[in-house]
């Protein structure tokens, strides 16, 4: 019994649904996405909600049940309201800037890390250590928001780095100094 799974998605106003079979096209105000899912698990718009079914309680039906109704709600959620992740980039020197399509970085590094953005996601840069990743498909925001962290993910000596807002990095003492015990 998937508690999950079993929730109906309403459908907002303004969101047109089709079913392909398996395929699924959201369209809404902030784009359109289409994903197609397993054949095992069942998608049906009545009304205005979709309905995700499992045919039996096999564990692979099961497991596939509460995902495919969480994607399809995401995409829904993504088409009206849009997903977004916030990055913050600390260090002396360390500063970030929207040339055109391209993210612009200077992190420490003999070079600029020059980062273009994919299609369907949208970079602002509201200050020099503050990046804004955004668009309607929150798998691509993610994968996004992750690729740009990797260039210089914070460090546990001083914290430089590029992290997301609110992220924790546990701090480390650095090499004792000389004169310990004679």
């Known amino acids: 019994m998937s508690r999950i ?3 109906p998605i309403a459908i907002p106003a303004g969101v047109d649904v089709k079913i392909n079979g398996q395929e699924v096209t959201v369209k809404g105000p902030k784009g ?3 994903k197609t899912f397993r054949k095992e698990i069942s ?8 309905l995700v079914t499992r045919p039996n309680d096999d564990k692979l039906n099961r497991s596939l049940h ?3 109704r969480t994607l399809v709600a995401n995409m829904v959620e993504g088409v009206v309201n849009g997903f977004s992740k916030s990055l913050e980039v600390q260090g002396v020197g360390y500063r970030v800037q929207k040339q055109g399509k391209d993210l612009v970085m200077n992190l420490g590094y003999s070079h600029q890390v ?3 953005e994919p299609a369907g996601i949208t970079v602002e840069v509201p200050n020099p250590n503050q990046i804004i990743v955004s668009g309607s498909d929150k798998q691509a925001v993610g994968q996004f928001a992750a690729e740009v962290r990797e260039k210089r993910p914070p460090e546990p000596y001083k914290g430089k780095g590029i ?3 609110g992220e924790y990095v546990r701090r480390k003492e650095g090499k004792a100094g000389k004169g310990g015990k004679k």
Request: glycine share 14%.
């Open 5 to 7: 799974g079993n929730k």
């Open 32 to 34: 359109t996405l289409t």
């Open 43 to 50: 998608i049906k718009v009545e009304g205005a909600e979709i």
């Open 66 to 68: 509460g995902l495919t």
């Open 114 to 116: 020059i980062m273009t």
């Open 163 to 165: 992290r997301y807002v």
